[in-house]
């Protein structure tokens, strides 16, 4: 099967945990379970919970014990990218196609949307925990070594960084600073969360935690490429972004030809990571192709 | 000792540990870590941490153990001010006397740091699960727990309504909703927390988990007081904000003698939610004499 059939089984299955993890719309307060289900089914590739669920089925785990965790990845990523287009931060109006939470909802329950996700995320580690953590010692500290990729020193500070580059003296170590926080802590986590709540060895964790590294990479480096020749219509979001809010890209540092190189650079990394894995990985090294290739 | 003074040791101790988990205000990207910092230290009563480390005492438990759950409830209380009070929400220029994350930090950066108190926060109970969990079923549970009372259906639920309940019709029954999850939620996990994280029984839990959600209302009457009748250089912060904004409160729906009465009536509540807790239980005992008479 191709890796966008696969993605799409994955993402069915996700899709429908999701259903069932985020309160009902009509639950009270229902505008703000209307407001995090509007962000939340907004169309994404659910990506990082496919990679949880499949760094799982790489160690040879059932991928079922990893769905919660998996969602949690999905909420707290869409946490992030609401709090990120919210008018005080990159003030973007539209996000996937569709108009931004804040557009919609207004600034105050957009604030509080992000909240909701993110701590609903965190609700969903622990359930992990408390039903598979006292199996082995890593699965015990999956909400911490979450938090930590959330936290000031991941996701987070990325953003400050992010939100502070703009407009700012070329710095290559920041610019690494910041997609190795912004995108790579995330997909780091997620892929490790994968390997541990399969039941993967120490050794598999080291693999597949150096696998998401340069993953993340290739993620972030493509997304700069598209910001800058993507298809508005195809993405989902107006192009040109970060060049007009001059952020510090891997393209406006080095150029369209030497990011693309660094991208397959950073591919070709990752996949040597995953040697001595066997069929079982195949979605992951697709995965990397498809990233490496993608228009989306 | 009488509690002011064994607040105020809690307190210390309580300081103490939230400067070591919080990164330094060094600690690169800085800017967020010192913000951090800011609204962490600014002067707060730390009646949430006390509570879970008194209700650990209560049980016979070791407060040390119950260090890191009773910081996460600080750092989730000051999330939660940081966001209520910027200008998308209530819009407040002062807090404990001093100007508010945003108007120092400015907007972004406020909503960052909340961000970042919440992931801590959670990432200090996901420690104590890694710790402790494993040695009963409920300390297995306690991140969900917490995320349950800061969900939707808890702190961030409150929120949406108290938001949403300015220049609306009194009604009691909203009232009652906004107060158990804006203010109750929070107060009632730390107190579950450290009960836990202390080995209480079932029946422990039962009874502290009542005392909690009296102590709670408790709290957010006397809060709801002191908005009409308190002085502003006591509280730090300005008063009569509820009314200016049309807020749905004890006073404004029930007057200022019902709802001292009322207070005084779950204060009876939360006492007797007691009986059969030795001296060990006397600090809770102190404490919901001295919310009920509370001026600041």
């Known amino acids: 099967m191709n890796f966008l059939d696969r993605l799409a089984e994955k993402r069915y299955l996700v899709d429908a945990a999701l259903d069932r993890y985020l309160p009902g719309a009509d639950v009270h307060p229902a505008v703000i379970h209307e407001a995090m289900r509007y962000s939340v089914f907004a169309g994404g590739k659910r990506l990082r919970p496919a990679m949880t669920l499949a760094a799982c089925e790489a160690v040879g785990g059932d991928p079922g014990k990893a769905m919660a965790a998996a969602c949690a990845f999905e909420l707290i990523h869409t946490y992030s990218l609401v709090h990120d287009d919210l008018p005080a931060m990159d003030d973007d109006d539209l996000r996937r196609g569709r108009p931004t939470s804040h557009k919609v909802y207004g600034e105050a329950l957009a604030i509080l949307v992000g909240d909701a996700l ?10 992990s925990v408390r039903e598979h953590g006292c199996r082995d010692g890593n699965a015990l500290g999956l909400v911490e070594d979450v938090a930590e990729a959330c936290s000031t020193m991941g996701l987070i500070g990325g953003q400050v960084m992010d939100i502070q580059s703009t407009d700012r003296q070329a710095d290559p170590a ?3 600073y910041i997609h ?11 892929v490790r969360a994968g390997c541990i709540l399969g039941g993967g060895s120490g050794q598999q964790l080291k693999q597949l935690t150096a696998f998401a590294e340069h993953f993340g990479l290739v993620f972030q480096i493509t997304d700069d490429i598209l910001d800058v020749v993507g298809d508005e219509k195809v993405i989902g979001k107006p192009v040109g972004s970060d060049t007009r809010n001059r952020k510090l890209t891997y393209v406006s540092l080095f150029g369209l030809d030497e990011a693309r190189a660094r991208a397959r650079r950073e591919a070709e990394l990752a996949l040597s990571a995953l ?3 066997d069929t079982k990985a195949d979605f992951l090294r697709q995965a990397v192709q498809f990233v490496l290739t993608r228009e989306f």
Chains 1, 2 share one sequence.
Not at 118 to 127: D, I, V
Not at 180 to 190: D, E, H, Q, W
């Open 275 to 277: 040697q001595g894995f």
């Open 174 to 176: 920041e610019l690494e």
């Open 180 to 190: 190795r926080t912004k995108t790579g802590a995330l997909f780091r986590a997620a």
């Open 118 to 127: 993110l701590t609903l995320g965190f609700g969903l580690l622990g359930r």
